[in-house]
Structure formats: C-alpha cells, structure tokens
C-alpha cells in the first residue's frame, strides 16, 4: 500500500512562485509513474505534468514553460515545481503515484490536496 503526503501550497501572488512536494511511502518509489493534476472549482480534475517511468516528461501546454516536474528517488518524493503564477493556475493539487512499472495515468494512488491560490 502507497500512502502519499503532499505540502507546499498557499497563498502566492501572481508572478510568484511555490513548489509542491509529495513523499510517498511504501516500496518501489524509483519504478512508479508519478504525476500532478489539478481541479478548479467547477472544473473537472486535469492532468499537470506527468513522469511516466518510459520516456520523457510531459506538461499541459497551460503549464509548459512555467511548471517542472522532477522526483528525487532517495527521498521517495516528487515535485512540482511552478513559476509565474497566474489566477487560473489556482485549483487544488493532487499528487498520483502509479503502480510499479504501470505504462498508464493516472495510477491508483492518490495524494489528499493541496491548495494553490494564485491572488493579489
């Protein structure tokens, strides 16, 4: 069983700058596909940025640019890093680790939230 904690959100003003962290316990951190996604109010929940364990990185193109993902495998922990904020990036963050050596997203585990609010 994965657990996942997710922190890093808050309060930023546009422009600004926040990055988000999610650790996951359990085994086999370093062969789990990892990914961000997000859900707006009203929205429905929408892929961020995803690191497949076969092949590159990949961003929305509303995040290309601005956001990074990158995972530091000793520290069983991905982040997400993000830049020039903006209001329409504010949504809820939700961290999701696949199951070791899953081709596919989303995986089966799923981080609680975080808020991000992008505001003056």
């Known amino acids: 069983q994965v657990q996942l904690v997710e922190s890093g959100g808050g309060l930023v003003q546009p422009g600004g700058s926040l990055r988000l962290s999610c650790t996951a316990s359990?085994?086999?951190?370093?062969?789990?596909?990892a990914a961000w996604y997000r859900q707006a109010p009203a929205k429905q929940r929408e892929l961020v940025a995803a690191?497949?364990?076969?092949?590159?990185?990949k961003h929305a193109a509303s995040v290309k640019g601005r956001f990074t993902i990158s995972r530091d495998n000793a520290k069983n922990t991905v982040y997400l890093q993000m830049n020039t904020l903006t209001p329409e990036d504010t949504a809820v963050y939700y961290c999701?680790?696949?199951?070791?050596?899953?081709?596919?997203?989303?995986?089966?585990?799923w981080g609680q939230g975080t808020q991000v609010t992008v505001s003056s």
């Open positions: 999701n680790i696949g199951d070791s050596f899953a081709l596919d997203l989303p995986g089966r585990y």
């Open positions: 359990g085994g086999g951190f370093s062969v789990r596909p």
């Open positions: 690191m497949p364990i076969a092949g590159s990185t």
